[in-house]
């Protein structure tokens, strides 16, 4: 009987794993093929050359990826560690005010409504250097004007900023339907036990939301990861390669140059790393869980 | 007063001349036959108005079908390349608009309809250049010829790179205008230098795709530099090292971060056509497409401020300006029929009558004669004519091989950085050059370079 339900089951849910497994695998598939060839069109027709590991060979030598590996790295780590504590404290503070909430929500999250391009050309407009309203600010204050996306120091920090402005309400949202779902009976009981606010910050609230912090990190290392769009719009990988992030390495070795076997391989290398960071943060996830 | 009257017959006679102009075109377009509808496939430009504008009055003088797909520049190729790589029958556009960059590609790749082989009677009209010869292709030799090569394709711009700069400074400075060499540019940017609110002169300094390479090869080549030693007859190795290159990149960065902007890395076309339009740059070198901002007092507080003049003179009077045009190319993947109808319509945007029209409608127009009448009949309003025409006996294409466009992130990078001060002009030359020619050996094409600059 047991057996027929397992049957009955699997027989189910054939089609549909086996479409989304088609779904999901096939474009995979193509692009790891296509890693191991060049191709080049010629009156006409592709001619698919097979190059074996040599497309992968040259990823480290490559000029522009192994900086974009390195500068996606610092930009994730940086952009996500403050979008997790911003967008905690905003989650906190939205769930303990009494009256205003609705209004503040709605405030918050407004930056995750607005498209990537409308993004990009608001602050390309803000951090323009002759006509941006951050550089009006800085003149009216005394100061000298900024190269926000011109300067070597300044870019990766500005797209930081903006990242951080367009994201955090991401954060915001997942952290407060964490906070709201925590059993109220164990803060209650802390009140009762005098547990100050601080105490019960770092040994209830932090502990008690630890999976869905874990998850908004995953997500969020996920999405920051595959940034391109601000990059695209506001700096172009410059200047030099101070905003060189691999996503934008692959559009143009693609798009641009039209080496589609080295593009592959570029974006061969980071799904499995992006695929290598979904499986460490749902085995932290699970050790979470079973601390838990 | 009697400039007033003069001023006032001449447009009586242009619009005179126009209107038989217009009666010509009509009459000639009567000529073209009936076609199926076709569809060109263009990006957004301050040239599109004009074309879209002219293809409606061929569908009112001919009741031939014109639709447009509208892109924004970087889209545009991906979409012609996915056009052109479907199967016979299937190609979506019948008329790509493609980009001078993008033309080895695919003329290489064979993806394209010689007109010739639509229609045998096409021909490149006198009066239209035929840019370094890129509208013709000899597929046996794999080179861009008039004799050998068969015609593709109609220029639909001209586009190349022209001296934009403020006129009425240089008379406020009493100096004579326009210049004529880059040393006389700079002594202009030196006079009109008042950083931060006004500067001497601006550089696309940015990296793009392409920005710095594009607007740098100007100054490399006449200043008798060049990428590599003999491009056209086959010489790959790379001289983008050379003393004279390096006195172009000295040129360009000592004018573009002394004389510029104070955030010279971070300036695009689109940023260097503002700080022109909004009156805070006195010389630029931009493409001819630009002035169409300049005299449009919804977006120019320059208007009649401005000229244009042919790319000044290098040390040894050499001059160049680098092609930037659009030809208008008949894909080979689409039904005969759809080839007819597009040729056709190129055949028809040559004709002079087309081209008086073009002008009429606010559009630029691809035919010296064209160009040369209109600047003569009103010298202000068409003052960009005279110097457009003259700067198309001095055009150079970017590159000529397929894979050029892999070149160019190299240019970029190293230009870029150069312009930020992030490392010497000798150290940007030397490691573009190295890496240009690892590029060109792992291609299989003969190369080598030049010694280190020291």
């Known amino acids: 009987m047991k057996d027929n339900q397992q049957l009955w089951r699997w027989t189910s ?29 010629a009156e006409g027709v592709s001619t698919w050359t097979p190059v074996g590991l040599e497309n992968y060979e040259r990823l480290p030598k490559d000029a522009f990826f192994s900086i974009g590996v390195w500068n996606t790295i610092v930009f994730s780590v940086t952009s996500v560690a403050i979008q997790m504590v911003l967008g905690f404290l905003l ?20 930056p995750i409504l607005i498209p990537g391009i409308v993004i990009g050309a608001i602050w390309k407009l803000m951090l323009d250097f002759d006509f941006g309203v951050l550089n009006q600010i800085n003149i009216w204050l005394g100061l000298q004007p900024l190269d926000w996306t011109g ?57 008690l939301m630890l999976p ?47 080496r589609v076997g080295l593009g592959s391989a570029m974006s061969f290398a980071v799904i499995f790393a992006v695929a290598l960071l979904v499986v460490i943060s749902l085995a932290a996830q699970r050790y979470a869980q079973s601390k838990g | 007063m009697t400039q007033l009257k003069s001023t006032k017959s001449l447009l009586t006679g242009a619009v005179a001349a126009l209107a038989l102009a217009a009666s010509s075109a009509a ?102 250049p035929a840019l370094s010869e890129t509208v013709y292709w000899d597929a046996e030799g794999k080179i861009n010829s008039a004799e050998s090569g068969k015609l593709m394709g109609i220029p639909l711009i001209a586009n190349v790179q022209v001296l934009y ?40 300094g940015n990296r793009g795709a392409p920005d710095a390479s594009f607007n740098f090869l100007p100054f490399l080549r006449s200043h008798g530099g060049s990428i590599f030693a003999d491009e056209p007859g086959g010489d790959y190795s790379v001289t983008i090292n050379s003393p004279e290159a390096l006195a172009a990149l000295n040129y360009w960065t000592d004018t573009g971060t002394r004389l510029g902007p104070n955030n010279p890395g ?93 002008m009429e409608l606010g559009g630029i127009s691809i035919r010296t004669d064209t160009l040369a009448e209109y600047g003569e009949s009103d010298p202000v309003t068409y003052r960009w004519a005279k110097p457009l025409a003259d700067s198309l006996g001095v055009t150079d294409i970017f590159y000529s091989i397929p894979q050029g466009s892999q070149i160019v992130p190299i240019l970029e990078l190293y230009l870029n950085k150069a312009i930020i001060g992030e490392i010497s002009n000798e150290e940007a030359l030397n490691s573009a050059a190295a890496d240009i020619e690892a590029l060109m050996n792992e291609l299989g094409y003969p190369t080598g370079r030049l010694p280190d600059l020291q």
């Open chain 2, 27 to 128: 009459a000639y377009a009567a000529d073209v036959g009936k076609h199926v509808p076709i569809t060109v496939v263009i990006n957004q430009s301050p040239w599109y108005g004009p074309f879209e504008a002219l293809a409606e009055y061929y569908e009112e003088t001919t009741g031939n079908e014109v639709n447009f797909d509208v892109n924004p520049f970087p889209a545009l190729l991906e979409k012609q390349r996915n056009s052109v790589r479907a199967s016979a029958g299937d190609g979506e556009f019948d008329i790509l608009a493609t980009n001078a960059i993008w033309i080895p590609e695919f003329y290489h790749a064979g993806y394209l309809e010689a007109l010739t082989d639509i229609d045998p009677s096409i021909t490149l009209k006198e009066g239209v």
């Open chain 1, 91 to 110: 989650a906190l503070a939205v769930v303990r005010i009494k009256w205003g909430s609705t209004f503040y929500k709605t405030i918050f999250i407004l």
């Open chain 1, 151 to 207: 300067s070597v120091k300044l870019a990766m920090p500005a797209i930081i900023i903006v990242d951080v402005w367009h994201w955090t309400p991401f954060v915001f949202l997942l952290m407060l339907a964490g906070l709201q779902g925590l059993p109220e009976d164990v803060f209650e009981a802390a009140k009762v036990d005098g547990t100050g606010p601080f105490r019960e910050l770092f040994k209830i609230t932090l502990p």
């Open chain 1, 13 to 41: 849910l054939a089609p549909l794993l086996l479409f989304f497994g088609a779904l999901a695998l096939l474009p995979v598939a193509n692009i790891l093929y296509m890693s191991f060839h060049t191709v080049q069109w």
């Open chain 2, 266 to 358: 971070s300036i695009s076309q689109g940023k260097l056509i503002q700080l022109m339009t909004t009156g805070k740059v006195g010389h630029a070198v931009l493409v001819a497409a630009a002035w169409t901002q300049m005299d449009n007092p919804d977006k120019s507080v320059v208007v009649g401020k401005v000229n244009t003049a042919v790319l000044p003179k290098g040390p040894d009077g050499d001059q160049s300006t680098t092609l930037a045009h659009f030809i208008g190319h008949v894909p080979a993947n689409i039904p005969d029929d759809r080839k007819a109808a597009a040729a056709a319509f190129l055949n028809w945007f040559q004709t002079k009558e087309a081209q008086d029209k073009y």
């Open chain 2, 165 to 204: 700069y403020r006129a009425d400074l240089y008379e406020e400075h009493g100096l004579e205008h326009p210049p004529q060499t880059w040393e006389d540019v700079k002594v202009a940017a030196e006079a009109f230098h008042d950083s931060p609110s006004f500067y001497g002169i601006g550089h696309q």
């Open chain 1, 212 to 258: 869905t912090i874990l998850v908004t990190l995953m997500f969020r290392i996920i999405l920051a990861f595959k940034v391109f769009d601000e990059i695209f719009l506001l700096t172009g990988g410059g200047p030099g390669t101070a905003t060189e992030v691999i996503a934008f390495s692959i559009f143009r070795t693609f798009f641009f140059e039209n």
